[in-house]
């Protein structure tokens, strides 16, 4: 059994209507996406900003309330839980965040940010085991103890994100949501942090939602790789196989996007950016989601939603592949 299934899940945003009067619409941010994820595998979740995938992060962990669609964790829908199980799982599904500063509390010690989590979900625990397992998450992230004692500004980026990750695992998780973690660093520290996750995911067994819009990155830490786009889940397929050659056009146009290390291989290249602009999400296409911008798109295109369909072990929703 799958640790974590989303099926055909849905999220949206109430948004006022265009009207004085008119009544309020939904905003649709997530539409109809599936996924499984087992036990220490990472899911790559790639795509443009916007796109929805940090949404989806979110309302796998139940911080924003799903519109449609089931989120199953351990084969139990989220939805039926009552609050105090619901409290209780939270141990087991945690995030970290893009910008590792400013989600650290400037007021409190590093010991506290790391263990608070730990003191909703383990109330019996007393002071000075608060501040043990403080130590020892912070030492499991590589940082010595007496950086419980030290308050976020003393911290470079790379430790703060490694503060994020300790608070993260310090109740035990079985799944983290790791929500663009390292785009807010430097180059030379971006590896460092990939690679502890890829340790503490060998460690503890974890399972890993990777969201990032660096296909480099996601490359090094995934086994499976999930492109979204306006919305919509538009390939799914091992790591592997899809460097090796994506199916779909629009994940084609974000291989192509990615600079080259060579600056005269750089300049030399055509097609480094997606061509033309995103559609509205509140006039979301009536066919494919990349249609608008697709290179390929035919009539059909732009009046047929393309299902997910199976290509030998990977999935892809586009019109124009053949089995
Ligand atoms: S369905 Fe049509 S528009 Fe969409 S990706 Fe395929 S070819 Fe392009």
């Not at 608070?116 to 130590?135: C, D, H, I, Y």
């Not at 306006?230 to 899809?242: I, K, N, T, Y």
């Not at 602009?277 to 059909?300: D, I, Q």
């Amino acid at each position: 059994m799958s640790l974590l299934e989303v099926r055909h899940l849905e999220v949206g945003y109430p948004v006022a209507g265009p009207g004085l009067f008119s009544k309020a619409r939904v905003l649709p941010i997530v539409r109809d996406c599936s996924l499984s994820l087992e036990a220490g595998r990472t899911l790559g979740v790639v795509g443009e900003s916007g796109c929805g995938k940090s949404t989806l992060g979110r309302a796998i962990l139940r911080l924003i309330k799903p519109t449609g669609g089931q989120v199953l964790w351990q084969g139990q829908d989220m939805a039926s839980l009552a609050a105090e199980e619901l409290r209780r799982r939270r141990a087991e599904l945690q995030i970290i965040f893009q910008d590792p500063v400013a989600a650290l509390d400037p007021r409190m010690t590093l010991g506290r940010i790391v263990s608070r989590p730990l003191a909703t979900f383990e109330p019996g625990l007393s002071k000075a085991q608060l501040a043990a397992r403080a130590v020892e998450a912070l030492r499991l992230v590589g940082l010595s103890a007496d950086f419980a004692a030290r308050y976020p500004h003393e911290l470079s980026g790379g430790q703060a994100q490694r503060v994020g990750i300790a608070r993260a695992i310090i109740g035990g998780p079985k799944l983290i949501v790791c929500d663009e973690p390292v785009s807010a660093l430097d180059v030379s520290i971006q590896a460092q942090v990939v690679n502890l996750l890829m340790d503490l995911q060998d460690q503890l067994g974890l399972a890993l939602v990777f969201i990032s819009h660096n296909l480099a990155v996601v490359r090094h830490i995934s086994h499976d790789i999930m492109v979204m786009c306006l919305g919509r889940v538009v390939e799914v397929a091992p790591r592997d196989a899809f460097y090796a050659r994506p199916l779909h056009p629009y994940a084609q146009a974000l291989m192509q996007a990615v600079p080259e290390p060579d600056p005269v291989r750089e300049k030399g290249r055509v097609g480094q950016s997606l061509p033309g602009e995103l559609p509205s999400v509140l006039t979301p296409p009536k066919g494919c989601v990349f249609a608008s911008r697709c290179p390929l798109a035919v009539g059909r295109c732009h009046e047929e939603r393309p299902e997910l369909r199976e290509f030998g072990g990977r999935q892809a929703a586009c019109h124009l592949i053949e089995g």
